[in-house]
Structures are given as structure tokens and as C-alpha cells.
């Protein structure tokens, strides 16, 4: 026999208030970090390592066009949403006096159901609720359990295949070359037509799938397809591209303490790196790019790492070469950098000392990129497309530059990008371990000794070793920091042990790595 009894009464009782400020607390945090998480999933293409670096890093630099792309799609669910449970806990404590219990009996037993506690458990149960839908977002999409898992386990890798550059002998037979290192932000393989290996209808860099095709671009087929670097763990941002490509090491900071990194004092205080190999050598060094250096430890990086001059916004306008009030996209843009260049150039190769200029695009940077006077605009649907296939000309331009110079015999120029896009503008679709980086040698002094070069498969971390043998030297073994010589017949770690089994020995956490780097 079931039973259903209803009693009303009129009462007004109140839970304490600051268990609702807690709750609302909760509850804003929760959902500000799901719309932050959501935000990246579809815009951005990064890693929780990544992440965790921006976090802990100065900002000093840093365009704020990110942060306001992303405050306008996030903020106005965020504070709806806000509102809307504001004004639920506001309805409960001022409004909500009527309570009900319904009595439910069923033969000898019973239970009530009181509207005052449903009420208040459904406040509860919101932000818990909140919390869970975020947490398990993150791990679906940014594995968070995967990453501290890898934190938590040890390889031996770097006791196994690192060689520290300070242990073999880096020598040259004859005089060296000058060396210009141009990066070229987020320049990916991608970016050029399916016939040529990429993923667009149209080949928006025409100009360096030709210099690729002319020079020497490892992993590029001879006229047919366009090869390039493999992002692996711990290389795919700006500042890991830097540090991987300079040193073969990846930014693999330790878990205890990320922000040791990213500090202006110090940046791998006791890692060798190409500015340390070429400062030995008697090389004057210099890093140029047109936002402040001090954005994700590059300052400090280059600083302390050879002794690195240091060019960028805050250079040209304290010396006049800018207005004041001057400021483009993260500072000044590509084709003030190009000209800021030239005279650079100009001017070290008046020394008559040896030369390392390392220079950083920026146009072509997340979110959007910008488009400047030079681009063809309303050209493409997607701006980006006109932005790159301006990047691409102004490259192309200025190794034409370069090639007219007297200094041109006596210097290679390394055209290579620094990681993979970040977000999904022209790449939607396309598989990661196909979004290859960007990379070609000019005027190397040395030929491939592999039978054929374009079977390679290489990382950022292998470019150490092979800009020095492209500009001269020989080295002991052909093997510095984790990277291979790609002018030698060494496999490197990528064609050793295979991309997916490197990756997950990089994830772990090394004690060789915290003891001899930091």
C-alpha cells in the first residue's frame, strides 16, 4: 500500500552565508577554468607542458591580443552563467519561505523528501557538478593524468645518447663560415600544396619550397615533397624550439619548480649550447626579433648562453631607430625586423670577425597573425593565407639580399621554422604527426654523406650538431646534446628508437637532466 503525504509551512531558514560565498567561489572558478580549457581545446594545438611554462613565465613581451581573444569568447558565458547561480543562492536565502515535505509510505517504511534541502543540495551539487565536467575535460583532452604519470616515472635517456659538446672535439681543417639562423615564426610544412606535401589547395610559400628544393632541406624529395622536422616532446613553442635546435636538448623543465626556467636571472645556467661552442670559437653573437626578448626567457637564454647582443622592440626604441610611441602587433613587424637585419648584417660583416645572427619572426604568430602593408589583402577568405604567403616572400627577398652581399661566400643561412602553428587556422584537419617544421640550408660547406638525404627523419634537436657542420666544423662522433649530424650516416633518435617511443621517454623526468642543466 503506497501512501503520499504533502505538507506545507511557511519558514524561513537560512544556511550560514558564507557557505554560499564558498559555493559561488567554487563555482565561478570552475566554470572560468572549463571555458578557459574549451577555449584551447578549439583554438590552440598545445600540450599541458606548454601550458604550465605561460603560466609560470614572465608575460614581459607578450601580445595581448591573446588574452583579449580569448577574455571575448570566454568572459560573456562565464558571467552568465555566474549570474545565473548567483541569483539562484540569492532566491534561496530572500525569497524562497514556502517549504514542502512529501512523505512517501510504503507498507511499514517511509521516507520524506524536504523541499529546503533539495533546493540547497541542488546549490551544492552545481559547483561539484562543475568541477567534475572540468576535470574531466582536461584529462580527455590535455592528459593531465598522462603527464603527471610521466613526471612521476625515470629514463635514462640523455645517461644513454646525450654527449655533452664540451667532450668531443668540435674543430675545423680551414676557416669556418658566418652563420645567419632565421626563424621563421610557426613556418610548417603545411602551409604548402598538397602536390608538394602540404595540406593547402594553393602553395602558400612557393618561395622556400624552392629554396628546399635548390639547397639542401633534409627529408625533401628532390623536386616532389617537402620534408622537415618532427615536433617532438617539449619543442613545439617558441622558446623549446630555440633551446632545442641550439643545445639537442628539449625544454623538459623540472615538475618541482617550472617557473625555474622562465625567470630572468638564469635559464639552464649549466647547459652547452651552439652560442657557448661558437663564443669559444671566437664568434660575435647576436640574437634580433621584433618583440621584447625578455618574453619566455629568450633574453636570458641567449644572454647566458654566449653572450648574445640583443636586438628587439625595446632596442629600437631606445636608440632611436623606432619612435617612441611605435608599437606593431607584439612590437614591430617582419619587414622592419628584415631591414633592421641587413643593417645588422652590414655592419658585423665590417668586423671582419666571424658572425652568428639569430633572428625570430613574428607576423606570422597565433592568434590571426598580421597583415601587414606589404600583403596581397582580400586575396584569400582566411587573412592568414595572404599573412604567410607574405612571410614567404619577404624570406625569399631577403636571402636574395643576403646572396648579393660580399659576405654571402663566407656564410650560411639556415631558414627554419620554430614549431608547428598553435592554432587550427589552415590546419584544421590535418594529422600532427604530418605537420612537419620547416627547414633548409644555404651555402652549407659540406654536402649530405647520407646516400640520400630526403629519407631522414630528424627532430629540432638535430639541428645543433648540423649547423655547426654546415658552417665547418667537424665533430667527434657527429652526435652533440641528443642530436645527430644530418650531414653524417648516424640515425638519429627519431629513425633509433621511432617518434612515439622517443616521445614517451622525454615525458618522464630524468635526474641527468635536473643535475647537469640546472
Known amino acids: 500500500m503506497w501512501n503520499f503525504k504533502v505538507k506545507t509551512k511557511v519558514e524561513r531558514k537560512h544556511c550560514p552565508w558564507w557557505l554560499d560565498l564558498i559555493g559561488f567561489l567554487l563555482f565561478a572558478a570552475g566554470i572560468s577554468l572549463l571555458a578557459a580549457v574549451l577555449w584551447e581545446i578549439e583554438t590552440l594545438n598545445v600540450g ?65 523528501i524536504r523541499s529546503r534541502n533539495l533546493f540547497r543540495w541542488i546549490a551544492v551539487l552545481i559547483p561539484v557538478l562543475t568541477w567534475l565536467v572540468t576535470c574531466y575535460t582536461i584529462e580527455r583532452n590535455l592528459f593531465f593524468s598522462s603527464y603527471i604519470k610521466a613526471q612521476l616515472d625515470k ?7 646525450y654527449v655533452r659538446p664540451s667532450d668531443v672535439e668540435i674543430s675545423a681543417k680551414g676557416k669556418t663560415k658566418n652563420i645567419i639562423c632565421l626563424y621563421l615564426e610557426s613556418m610548417e610544412v603545411t602551409y604548402s600544396s598538397r602536390e608538394t606535401g602540404g595540406f593547402q589547395d594553393v602553395n602558400l610559400m612557393p618561395n622556400l619550397t624552392e629554396l628546399a628544393y635548390d639547397n639542401i632541406s633534409f ?125 645588422e648584417l652590414l655592419r658585423l660583416s665590417e668586423t671582419g670577425e666571424p658572425f652568428n645572427l639569430t633572428m625570430l619572426t613574428v607576423d606570422t604568430h597565433f592568434p590571426d597573425g598580421y597583415l601587414c602593408s606589404l600583403c596581397e589583402k582580400g586575396k584569400y577568405s582566411v587573412p592568414l593565407a595572404s599573412i604567410v604567403e607574405c612571410a614567404d616572400r619577404q624570406a625569399a627577398n631577403f636571402i636574395q639580399w643576403c646572396k648579393e652581399q660580399d659576405f654571402y ?42 646516400p640520400d638525404p630526403s629519407t631522414r627523419l630528424f627532430s629540432h634537436m638535430d639541428l645543433f650538431p648540423t649547423i655547426l657542420s654546415a658552417m665547418g666544423f ?16 648516424q640515425p638519429t633518435l627519431v629513425e633509433q628508437l621511432g617518434r612515439e617511443a ?8 630524468s635526474k641527468f637532466y635536473e643535475a647537469n642543466f640546472y
Open 48 to 112: 599541458i607542458a606548454e601550458i604550465i611554462f605561460t603560466l609560470t613565465s614572465p608575460l614581459d613581451g607578450a601580445d595581448s591580443g591573446i588574452a583579449r581573444g580569448a577574455l571575448r569568447q570566454c568572459l560573456p558565458g562565464v558571467l552568465i552563467l555566474c549570474a545565473l547561480y548567483g541569483s539562484y543562492l540569492i532566491y534561496l536565502r530572500k525569497f524562497n519561505r514556502l517549504h514542502f515535505t512529501i512523505r512517501i509510505t510504503a507498507r511499514k517504511h517511509s521516507c520524506a
Open 155 to 161: 629514463t635514462t635517456i640523455y645517461e644513454d645518447y
Open 219 to 343: 627529408g625533401t624529395t628532390p623536386g616532389g615533397k617537402l620534408g622537415g622536422m618532427e615536433t617532438i616532446t617539449d619543442t613545439g613553442w617558441t622558446s623549446a624550439a630555440l633551446m632545442a635546435t641550439t643545445s639537442g636538448v628539449p625544454f623538459s623543465f623540472p615538475m618541482s619548480d617550472p617557473s625555474e626556467v622562465g625567470v630572468s636571472t638564469s635559464f639552464a645556467p649549466n647547459l652547452e649550447t651552439l652560442g657557448n661552442v661558437l663564443q669559444e670559437k671566437g664568434y660575435t653573437q647576436e640574437f634580433l626579433c621584433g618583440s621584447n626578448a625578455s618574453f619566455g626567457g629568450r633574453r636570458t637564454y641567449f644572454t647566458g648562453h654566449g653572450n648574445y647582443d640583443i636586438y628587439d622592440y625595446e632596442t629600437a626604441i631606445s636608440t632611436g631607430r623606432l619612435p617612441s610611441d611605435y608599437y606593431v602587433w607584439w612590437g614591430f613587424e617582419d619587414s622592419v625586423l628584415y631591414d633592421i637585419a641587413k643593417e
Open 409 to 450: 661566400e663566407d656564410t650560411v643561412i639556415v631558414v627554419m621554422g620554430d614549431h608547428p602553428r598553435m592554432d587550427t587556422l589552415l590546419v584544421s584537419g590535418a594529422d600532427m604527426a604530418d605537420r612537419k617544421v620547416y627547414e633548409c640550408f644555404i651555402n652549407a660547406d659540406v654536402a649530405p654523406d647520407a
Open 474 to 489: 667537424q665533430i667527434e662522433g657527429d652526435r652533440l646534446g641528443l642530436g645527430v649530424n644530418l650531414f653524417s650516416q
Open 502 to 509: 622517443l616521445n614517451a621517454e622525454l615525458q618522464k623526468t
